[in-house]
T-cell receptor
Framework: GAVVSQHPSRVICKSGTSVKIECRSLDFQATTMFWYRQFPKKSLMLMATSNEGSKATYEQGVEKDKFLINHASLTLSTLTVTSAHPEDSSFYIC???????????FGQGTRLTVV | AQSVAQPEDQVNVAEGNPLTVKCTYSVSGNPYLFWYVQYPNRGLQFLLKYITGDNLVKGSYGFEAEFNKSQTSFHLKKPSALVSDSALYFCAADNQGGKLIFGQGTELSVKP
């Protein structure tokens, strides 16, 4: 199947700093990627839809100024958590599909810990 | 509101026994339906999908799922569970071109 790579897998940062998470589709082009947040043993909450060459679409309740998304190429989307606080600590996962009729492929996830 | 429900937080099965993880959906139109599995601190791995056609879908690692339109269900099954099947399982629906609606997740525990 298709491969989506996410980096880093783990990051610890100090409160008030910013952290960038990368999501790459390795063997296909993705005009759309999705960013999810997952709390321990809980379901995935869709945060935003990342659109190549245009602004991301954020879900209700997600602060767009805090979670900056950039989709500068057909194989790369980035999520930047700005001015991180301990409550932003979570597991962040991205996904992409080669086409609308195929399943989504997920990155390995990024465990963010803000201290 | 559109939703996917997994009524069981946890399913416990003895190794070698059949397993079922339940999923029902309330999504307009004819959604695509998926099952994913997640191991600790990992992303989701695709197991199987239903788009159209035969109601019984076979997927990875011996899993299968039965689509029932009248009951709006898509239960995941396996004839003989393995200890290594222990993980978190998610049912999901898609009718918006890739935007997935996830169920709450069901933790499967298979004991030797």
């Amino acid at each position: 199947g298709a491969v989506v790579s996410q980096h880093p897998s783990r990051v610890i940062c100090k409160s008030g700093t910013s952290v960038k998470i990368e999501c790459r589709s390795l063997d296909f082009q993705a005009t759309t990627m999705f960013w999810y947040r997952q709390f321990p043993k809980k379901s995935l909450m869709l945060m935003a839809t990342s659109n190549e060459g245009s602004k991301a679409t954020y879900e209700q309740g997600v602060e767009k100024d805090k979670f900056l998304i950039n989709h500068a190429s057909l194989t790369l989307s980035t999520l930047t958590v700005t001015s991180a606080h301990p409550e932003d600590s979570s597991f962040y996962i991205c996904s992409a599909s080669p086409s609308t009729n195929t399943e989504a492929f997920f990155g390995q996830g990024t465990r963010l810990t803000v201290v | 509101a559109q939703s996917v429900a997994q009524p069981e937080d946890q399913v416990n099965v003895a190794e070698g026994n059949p397993l079922t993880v339940k999923c029902t959906y309330s999504v307009s139109g004819n959604p695509y339906l998926f099952w994913y599995v997640q191991y600790p601190n990992r992303g989701l791995q695709f197991l199987l999908k239903y788009i159209t056609g035969d109601n019984l879908v076979k997927g990875s690692y011996g899993f299968e799922a039965e689509f029932n339109k009248s009951q709006t269900s898509f239960h995941l099954k396996k004839p003989s569970a393995l200890v290594s099947d222990s993980a978190l399982y998610f049912c999901a629906a898609d009718n918006q071109g890739g935007k997935l609606i996830f169920g709450q997740g069901t933790e499967l525990s298979v004991k030797p």
